[in-house]
Nanobody, 125 residues
């Protein structure tokens, strides 16, 4: 059964760091592009970062560029989101998602077929 499980969320002060992990199982996710999205209360789910199946290409939203880094370990079928210099506006539920073999990167919710349950990140000022 396909499954994505996030971990690593929590409460951190502004300026601090967190590393989110997403462990995948049940499919050849190592061949899929992956992404991180987030959703704050009352807002739509928004793109954070994406990575190609090989890990050779990554991209991120302008709001997190220079602060967040996405990486993957295909041997462990796990992706990571290193978040530094966190701001209160980064507070949200963060979701891991898996795409497909049809494209290299994904920027939109509809480009992803599999989703994790989400992990809460709260940044206090």
């Amino acid at each position: 059964q396909e499954q994505l499980v996030e971990s690593g969320g929590g409460l951190v002060q502004a300026g601090g760091s967190l590393r989110l992990s997403c462990a995948a199982s049940g499919r050849a996710f190592s061949n899929y592009y992956m992404g991180w999205f987030r959703q704050a209360p009352g807002k739509e789910r928004e793109f954070v970062a994406t990575i190609s199946w090989s890990g050779g290409r990554t991209d991120s939203a302008d709001s997190v560029k220079g602060r967040f880094t996405m990486s993957r370990d295909n041997a462990k079928i796990t992706v990571y989101l290193q978040m530094n210099s966190l701001k209160p506006e980064d507070t949200a539920v963060y979701y891991c998602a898996a795409g497909s073999r049809l494209r290299e990167l994904g920027y939109n919710v509809h480009e992803y077929a599999y989703w994790g349950q989400g992990t809460q990140v709260t940044v206090s000022s």
